[in-house]
């Protein structure tokens, strides 16, 4: 059975830090591309940041860029998104999310909300 698992979200005032993580099983994690997305109340879900299976490419939104870094491990089966610089704007539920070719797998969200 295929689960994504994310965890580390809550509650950060603007300029702090989140590390998001996702456990994957039921699917060989090596294989799969992993991305980040988030979907904040009102607005399209839209993609974060993303990993090579190996960790060799990553890409970003433009409005991340320089504050979150993406990282996997494939001997745990893991990828996270470490969040720094947090803004009000980056209130959202966050969603982990495999893919390769039919292959779209995704979890169920952890809300991440930055206020004062």
């Known amino acids: 059975q295929v689960q994504l698992v994310e965890s580390g979200g809550g509650l950060v005032q603007p300029g702090g830090s989140l590390r998001l993580s996702c456990a994957a099983s039921g699917f060989t994690f090596a294989n799969y591309a992993m991305t980040w997305y988030r979907q904040a109340p009102g607005k399209e879900r839209e993609l974060v940041a993303r990993i090579s299976n190996f960790g060799g490419s990553t890409n970003y939104a433009d409005s991340v860029k320089g504050r979150f870094t993406i990282s996997r491990d494939n001997a745990k089966n893991m990828v996270y998104l470490q969040m720094n610089s947090l803004k009000p704007d980056d209130t959202a539920v966050y969603y982990c999310?495999?893919?390769?070719?039919?292959?779209?797998?995704w979890g169920q969200g952890t809300q991440v909300t930055v206020s004062s």
């Open positions: 999310n495999a893919r390769r070719s039919v292959f779209d797998y």
